[in-house]
Antibody, heavy 119, light 112 residues
Framework: QVQLQESGPGLVKPSQTLSLTCTVSGGPINSGDYYWSWVRQSAGKGLEWIGRIYTSGITSYNPSLKSRVTVSVDTSKNQFSLRLTSVTAADTAVYYC???????????WGQGTLVTASS | DYVMTQSPLSLPVTPGEPASISCRSSQSLLHNNGFNYLAWYLQKPGQSPQLLIYLGSHRASGIPDRFSGSGSGTDFTLTISRVEAEDVGIYYCMQGLQSPYTFGQGTKLAIK
């Protein structure tokens, strides 16, 4: 059974960088034909897809965040990560990591982690 | 971006009764392979979203057969044949055809 777990600071100061890691268990992150994504949920904007990575390193980002987002993967640790620079209060949200299965849908999700951008 | 519009936004239902949620996309989700790249999720209170339906009408693993998805192109429907108390939560549709993936605003199902 695949499981995903987000980790990282719950509080980030405005203008600083948000960094989160998703640890995948239940199988190698580079087995199968999967993309690994970040999705966030805020009261104001609902569910928003941030970006994804394939284990080859190929990435795709939401154009609304592209200038500030980096998603990376570390297959040796079975993890993938999110960096979001220059955060503002608008980036306050619950951040989820998720696996995109073979059918262009997210079949496994982490439990989510609340990140608050505040001084 | 593809805009996903759900209705209704709030849905009170009596247990044992059917329920339907509509999702409309601003552009067709029909791929030239014949599949519609539309998924449905349920977010139960305090939990992460869980996949219910993928490719418009295919139930995900472990999802009861009282859940069904239908539609094609721009108009889709999630139907629960007989609502149970455990079905409460917020239902979302999502398009996976074109990046960036986009979600509907959610439909909150509550028990009367």
């Amino acid at each position: 059974q695949v499981q995903l777990q987000e980790s990282g600071p719950g509080l980030v100061k405005p203008s600083q960088t948000l960094s989160l890691t998703c640890t995948v268990s239940g199988g190698p992150i580079n087995s199968g034909d999967y993309y690994w994504s970040w999705v966030r949920q805020s009261a104001g904007k609902g569910l928003e897809w941030i970006g994804r990575i394939y284990t080859s390193g190929i990435t795709s980002y939401n154009p609304s965040l592209k200038s500030r987002v980096t998603v990376s993967v570390d297959t040796s640790k079975n993890q993938f990560s999110l960096r979001l620079t220059s955060v503002t209060a608008a980036d306050t949200a619950v951040y989820y990591c998720a696996r995109e299965g073979n059918w262009f849908a997210f079949d496994y999700w982490g439990q989510g982690t609340l990140v608050t951008a505040s001084s | 971006d593809y805009v996903m519009t759900q209705s209704p936004l709030s849905l009170p239902v009596t247990p044992g009764e059917p329920a339907s949620i509509s999702c409309r996309s601003s552009q067709s989700l029909l791929h030239n392979n014949g599949f519609n790249y539309l998924a449905w999720y349920l977010q139960k209170p305090g939990q992460s979203p869980q996949l219910l339906i993928y490719l418009g009408s295919h139930r995900a693993s472990g999802i009861p057969d009282r859940f069904s998805g239908s539609g094609s192109g721009t108009d889709f429907t999630l139907t629960i044949s007989r609502v149970e108390a455990e079905d409460v939560g917020i239902y979302y549709c999502m398009q996976g055809l074109q990046s960036p993936y986009t979600f509907g605003q959610g439909t909150k199902l509550a028990i009367k």
